[in-house]
Nanobody
Framework: QVQLVESGGGLVQAGGSLRLSCAASGSIFSINDMGWYRQAPGNQRELVAFITSGGRTNYADSVKGRFTISRDNAKNTVYLQMNSLKPEDTAVYYC?????????????WGQGTQVTVSS
């Protein structure tokens, strides 16, 4: 059984920073791409950033220059450093990972963590 557990969300004022973490645990052979998505009320879930197993990154235009995704392969953990936060960044943030377990490769999601940015 593989699980993704997120942490680090909360309430912050505009211009502030937060760091999200997402740790994978369970029967893991290897982890491919890892990413962060977000969903605001009334909106569809959207990609924020992803990072490949080799460290290549990609960001949504709305967060470029403000957010940084990174990963620690030894800890099976992906991070999202969010700086210069804006009220429009308010959403539930979900981590996602493609994980090869004992039997197959599957797509996993975390439970979500709330990020609220006040103006």
């Amino acid at each position: 059984q593989v699980q993704l557990v997120e942490s680090g969300g909360g309430l912050v004022q505009a211009g502030g920073s937060l760091r999200l973490s997402c740790a994978a645990s369970g029967s893991i052979f290897s982890i491919n791409d890892m990413g962060w998505y977000r969903q605001a009320p009334g909106n569809q879930r959207e990609l924020v950033a992803f990072i490949t197993s080799g460290g290549r990154t990609n960001y949504a235009d709305s967060v470029k220059g403000r957010f940084t995704i990174s990963r620690d392969n030894a800890k099976n953990t992906v991070y999202l450093q969010m700086n210069s936060l804006k009220p429009e960044d308010t959403a539930v943030y979900y981590c996602n990972a493609g994980i090869l377990g004992a039997v197959s490769l599957n797509d996993y999601w975390g439970q979500g963590t709330q990020v609220t940015v006040s103006s």
